[in-house]
């Protein structure tokens, strides 16, 4: 099983809600990662965890907050959003945090900010 | 900062022909390179990945290769067919400067259509 399941598929969200998006995985893979990808432009990422441990966080605004609850489950917690932030929000996995190691995506969370 | 472009951005061919995608990037201190398929609105499925120490990697019609050190890959594909009909997106593994381990960086890839 090499699959990484993104929930939920779509969220329309206003500017003061909170909501967050959730990724699972049950390959026992320790490095768990989000990209933002926005419309016709490659993804970007955002956070990685390694061994539930955030390593790292690349300059994104506070608004976004992760979460790795445990091994096989990250969150992203999404509060006063602005419509800029709207995209495809992609979590990804790999068996560790190397660069050897494959990252299997999942098929994403699109979000629209109203 | 590494940079990664792709070549063609959008390449139209009929069914059957053999194409070439190409992807170059600006540092040639990469620890290796990803070759990924998106299909639209849909996440990445990971292709083929080449080690820096390697020139090739081969999976069924799909060839890619890599020249680190003059910063260019190219992803082969034999055969075409409909199926084949996807963004392609090539991504290469940066490293901090002071070493240990990052992320990956992708290009803006090459949107494929196979007309049947």
């Known amino acids: 099983d090499t699959e990484v399941t993104q929930t939920p598929k779509h969220l329309v969200m206003g500017m003061t809600n909170k909501k967050s998006l959730k990724c699972e995985q049950h390959m026992g893979h320790r490095a768990m990662y989000w990209y933002k990808q926005k419309a016709k432009k490659p993804p970007e990422l955002m956070f990685v965890?390694?061994?539930?441990?955030?390593?790292i966080n690349e300059s994104v605004p506070s608004r976004f907050s992760p979460e790795c609850p445990n091994s096989s489950l990250l969150n992203l917690h999404l509060h006063a959003l602005q419509p800029e932030d709207s995209a495809l929000y992609l979590c990804a996995s790999s068996q560790g945090w190397i660069p050897a190691d494959i990252q299997y995506f999942g098929a994403g969370t699109r979000l629209s900010v109203l | 900062k590494q940079e990664v472009t792709q070549i063609p951005a959008a390449l139209s061919v009929p069914e059957g022909e053999n194409l070439v995608l190409n992807c170059s990037f600006t540092?040639?201190?990469?620890?290796?390179l990803q070759w990924f398929r998106q299909d639209p609105g849909k996440g990445l499925t990971s292709l083929l990945l080449i080690q820096s120490s390697q020139r090739e990697q081969t999976s069924g019609r799909l060839n890619a290769s890599l020249d680190k050190s003059s910063g260019r890959s190219t992803l082969y594909i034999a055969a075409s067919q409909p199926g084949d009909s996807a963004t392609y997106l090539c991504?290469?593994?940066?490293?901090?400067?002071?070493?240990?381990?990052?992320?990956?960086?992708f290009g803006k890839g090459t949107h494929l259509i196979i007309q049947p």
């Open positions: 965890y390694s061994y539930e441990k955030l390593s």
């Open positions: 991504a290469v593994w940066r490293g901090y400067s002071g070493g240990g381990a990052d992320g990956l960086t």
């Open positions: 540092d040639s201190a990469i620890y290796n």
